[in-house]
């Protein structure tokens, strides 16, 4: 059985960082891709990252780009998200999700198989 739970959410000041957590079981990063997505309340699901099944490409969504960075561990089965620079329109539920069946560019779009509760992120002043 496919399991994420994310922890790591939080409230922080604009401009400020968090670094987000996933853990993962029941499957294997080589034959899935990974990623993240975010929902923002009374708003739909937006793709923020995506990592290639066997972890050779790294995706972002243009509003992540530059401020997001997302990473893995294989070996501990463990995804992240270490976010800087945040912005008030960042404050979302933060969703760690796994596909084999979609690339990330199709995945980013449309959404993956399996996914976590999420992690709520707060940016405000």
């Known amino acids: 059985e496919v399991q994420l739970v994310e922890f790591g959410g939080g409230s922080v000041q604009p401009g400020g960082s968090l670094r987000l957590s996933c853990a993962a079981s029941?499957?294997?990063?080589?034959?899935?891709?990974i990623g993240w997505f975010r929902q923002a309340s009374g708003k739909g699901r937006e793709g923020v990252a995506c990592?290639?099944?066997?972890?050779?490409?790294?995706y972002y969504a243009d509003s992540a780009k530059g401020r997001f960075t997302m990473s893995s561990d294989p070996a501990k089965s463990m995804l992240y998200l270490q976010m800087d620079f945040l912005k008030p329109e960042d404050t979302a539920d933060y969703i760690c999700?796994?596909?084999?069946?979609?690339?990330?560019?199709?995945?980013?779009?449309?959404?993956?198989?399996?996914r976590g509760k999420g992690t709520l992120v707060t940016v405000s002043s």
């Open positions: 029941g499957f294997t990063f080589d034959d899935h891709a």
């Open positions: 990592i290639s099944k066997g972890g050779g490409n790294t």
């Open positions: 999700a796994a596909d084999n069946r979609s690339t990330c560019l199709v995945a980013l779009l449309y959404g993956m198989d399996y």
